[in-house]
């Protein structure tokens, strides 16, 4: 599937913070299907169980993913957490590139609905999340000088990611 463009990643954010050293660094790509992929590799310092990375980063990968589908649709949007739901299928290997990915499935005036998956190189699903999140503007954030949100690209930026169609997910 081809990548429509980059989003703009924070400094400091857990998730997608570039200069965050406890983060795992993930980088948004918007798809022609208006969804939201992320691309991330998790490493040591992630780990629960041996060899796993922590459902709590798990959970926050999706959850930051999710958050930000609404980009496609709005773009001085993003999505504040309301309720978050996560089932793990499979454990998560860190040093491996993971995919995570958001959809909007329902998009309301104040609310939207997202779901996504987290999945292994071979296409299998390993954390299926589904959320509700509450609009917030992001350029107010901009606005009060809180946000460092910036474009950060890097050589062989991904111009298509593969996807499995349709998503193999726990709710189909």
Same mark, same amino acid.
């Given at each position: 599937? @081809? ?8 400094? &400091? ?7 965050n ?6 980088? *948004? %790509? ?17 780990? !629960? %169980?041996?060899?796993?990375?922590h459902?709590?980063? !798990? ?12 980009? !496609? *649709?709005? =773009? ?8 978050? &739901?996560?089932? %793990?299928? @499979?454990?998560? =290997? *860190? ?23 987290? /999945? ?13 999140? *509450? ?11 809180? !946000?460092? /949100? @910036?474009? %950060? /690209?890097?050589?062989?930026? =991904?111009?298509?990611i ?11």
């Amino acid at each position: 599937m @081809k990548v429509i463009r980059k989003q703009k990643n924070s400094e &400091n954010c857990f998730a997608c913070g570039v200069n965050n050293p406890a983060g795992p660094k993930l980088e *948004f %790509y918007e798809m022609e299907d208006k969804s939201l992929v992320g691309l991330v590799t998790c490493r040591s310092i992630h780990m !629960s %169980y041996p060899n796993t990375v922590h459902g709590g980063v !798990s959970a926050a990968l999706l959850d930051e993913t999710m958050g930000r589908a609404i980009l !496609s *649709f709005e =773009p001085d949007t993003w999505g504040v957490t309301l309720e978050l &739901n996560v089932k %793990y299928k @499979k454990p998560i =290997p *860190f040093d491996t590139q993971l995919r995570v990915t958001g959809r909007v499935i329902e998009n309301k005036e104040r609310v939207f609905i997202c779901e996504g998956e987290i /999945l292994l190189p071979d296409n299998v699903v390993a954390a299926y999340g589904r959320g509700a999140y *509450f609009k917030s503007s992001t350029t107010g954030a901009q606005d009060a000088g809180v !946000s460092d /949100l @910036k474009l %950060y /690209l890097h050589e062989n930026e =991904p111009t298509e990611i593969e996807l499995p169609v349709p998503l193999p997910h726990p709710e189909r």
